[in-house]
């Protein structure tokens, strides 16, 4: 498949990442209310890898987790995509949709604007029959925003996540669906 290379909103502008990218990125990544469901802050090397891995992914898959960037500043604030999850589950093998915003960029409605972009790419360009979302149990916010774009709770299959060690306190994750039926039904 030809990478998919952009997407737009109303607001957002979802595009391919830029070397430029690095030090908003790391700023973000290395914030700890950003970070804060995951296992750590993560260091500039860290995310510059993680740029790495999904340069790599649209390589592979033709789509990944894109730029994120406001339109009306052309401000790179985070990112949102869709990526093959890489660990092994009872829901596995599936496609994900996730994001990850700067804090400044909370509570505008982004997260929901850019996946609900990201959805409709999924079902109408890269033609997936489901994807999934998951979150840790503690993070409401993420969980809204599944919420926001139509994806359903399914808590028979909700998870401990196997790279965290038993005794974390973010292992315990919550597992969101949605198929390209129940997405068209919201259009």
Sequence with gaps: MEPILELSSARLLMRQWRDDDLPAFAQMCADPHVMRYFPKPLTRLESAKMIGRVRGHFAEYGFGLWALERKDTGEFIGFTGLNVVGFDAGFTPAVEIGWRLAREHWG????????????????EHVELQEIVSFTAVCNLPSQKVMQAIGMQHVSSEDFDHPNLPEDHPLRPHVLYRINRQQWLATL
């Design 108 to 123: 505008l409605g982004y997260a929901s604007e850019a996946a609900w972009t990201v959805l409709g790419c999924g079902f």
